[in-house]
Structures are given as C-alpha cells and as structure tokens.
C-alpha cells in the first residue's frame, strides 16, 4: 500500500476495499475500526481463499464482522471446505447452483500438446 492509501483510510472515506486475507488483517490491526460499518463482505473464489494459511486468517475476519454485515461466497466448485465453512458462518445461507443450467451437454473437450514456439500458430488453426 502506497501512503496515499493508508491516508484514505485514515479518512474513513472508504467504500470499498480489495484486498488478500492477509492484507485485510493487517489493516484490520492497524485501523480497528475499519470493519465497524462494513454492510458486505465478499470472498470471491472462495474455493481458494479457504484453503491453506488463508482459511484461519478468513474465520479471525468474519469473526470481527458485525452481525448486521452480509456475507457472501462465490465458487465454481463446492468442496467439502466451502461447505463446512457455510454451514459455520452461514448457517441460513440460500445455495444458489447453476450447474444443471450450465451443463454443456455434447461439448467434447480437446487438447494439443506443442512447443512453446508453436503455440500461437497452433491456437489459430
């Protein structure tokens, strides 16, 4: 974060921040504050952002989350991780899988295996 960051933050003129787990804990840290009015909190690819070092960094964060504040979870995949993490934070959540209506019934998967020097010409064929 470059200061001028850290200075719209002292502001509290913030709408939005993106950031990695990581990162949102630090600040968190830094600006107790910063999580007092948050009306949504996002995780996107949640599949990733629960696995490894970031799942205990995601449950200190949702733990700080006001009550009032909605949590959302986006994911291509439903792991077993993703489920008990809903089932922990997001005991009501509606599950909303649009799979069935997604399904590519008849596409057939294929792929070549080139040089790296050939793969521009390979992708045009």
């Known amino acids: 974060m470059v200061k001028e960051d850290y200075a719209k933050i002292e502001e509290r003129n913030i709408h939005m921040v993106v950031c990695t787990p990581g990162r949102l804990k630090d600040l968190v840290k830094k600006y107790d504050y ?3 009015k948050c009306e ?7 599949d990733r952002l629960l696995e ?3 799942e205990k960094d995601v449950e200190e964060i949702v733990n ?7 949590l959302l ?4 995949t439903f792991p ?4 008990s993490f809903k089932e922990k934070f997001m005991p009501r959540a509606e599950v909303i899988n649009l799979m069935d209506e997604l399904m590519l019934i008849g596409l057939t998967h294929y792929y070549m295996l080139v040089d790296e020097r050939e793969k521009m010409r390979a992708i045009f064929m």
Do not use: T
């Open 52 to 54: 490894g070092n970031f």
């Open 40 to 46: 949504f909190f996002v995780l996107d690819e949640a």
């Open 73 to 76: 979870m986006y994911s291509a």
């Open 64 to 70: 700080h989350l006001s009550p009032k504040c909605a």
């Open 80 to 83: 077993i991780r993703i489920k």
């Open 34 to 36: 910063l999580l007092d």
